[in-house]
């Protein structure tokens, strides 16, 4: 199993609609974690960062559940710019390393 | 401006050949890491660095090798021992300690004439 496990998807959706991906990771130990946005042939961007129950920041809201470890990211009001591969990332602090999920990959169409 | 380069962006190798991709940062980061991502695929640890002078496999380290002689610097070199070196090359940097998360450099793309 992978440590952070990822729907590679892709997810297609329309202009305007509400979209969720879940992520979840097997290390316990996991005490931070973030979402990242990768544009194709580009480098990872960070989008957020998920320190406690949850954070968010304009249409994008990012949900934590330590007790099922899993986190979440909703997208409101999709706009075509979104359309990207979105990775979840666990920090390790005791390892000090960062996993990295394999991308949820997100398609908005007209 | 503050950040992380990497040159080249684009990198041919003939067969046989060693070539090296830089990685710089001028954000007084600890660590320093390099990735592999191949077409459609997650991100794969090369090595990573935590501090000067000291340097860590990862999970696909055959075929490759680094040094951090300068907090700055943490060239990666492809050897000829890589037999299927053609990817996309990320190098990332952070601060150890605290809850800090890592940041990325455009890239290198390598391919293999």
């Known amino acids: 199993r992978k440590e952070v496990e990822q729907d590679p998807g892709p997810f297609n959706v329309p202009e305007g609609a509400t979209v969720a991906f879940n992520c979840t990771y097997s290390n316990s130990a996991s005490q931070s974690f973030f979402w990242y946005r990768q544009d194709c042939r580009k480098e990872p961007k960070l989008l957020m960062s998920v320190y406690s129950s949850g954070n968010e920041d304009g249409r994008f809201t990012a949900q934590l559940n330590r007790a099922s470890q899993y986190i979440s990211l909703l997208i409101r009001d999709s706009k075509l710019s979104d359309s990207a591969t979105y990775l979840c990332v666990a920090h390790n602090n005791a390892g000090n390393m960062l996993t990295f999920g394999g991308g949820t990959r997100l398609m908005v169409k007209p | ?113």
């Open chain 2, 1 to 113: 401006d503050g950040g992380i380069t990497q040159s080249p962006k684009y990198l041919f190798r003939k067969e046989g050949q060693n070539v090296t991709l830089s990685c710089e940062q001028n954000l007084n980061h600890d660590a320093m890491y390099w990735y592999r991502q191949d077409p459609g695929q997650g991100l794969r640890l090369i090595y990573y660095s935590q501090i000067v002078n000291d340097f860590q496999k990862g999970d696909i380290a055959e075929g490759y090798s680094v040094s951090r002689e300068k907090k700055e610097s943490f060239p990666l070199t492809v050897t000829s021992a890589q037999k299927n070196p053609t990817a996309f090359y990320l190098c990332a940097s952070r601060l150890t300690g605290g809850l800090e998360t890592q940041y990325f450099g455009p890239g290198t793309r390598l391919l293999v004439l």
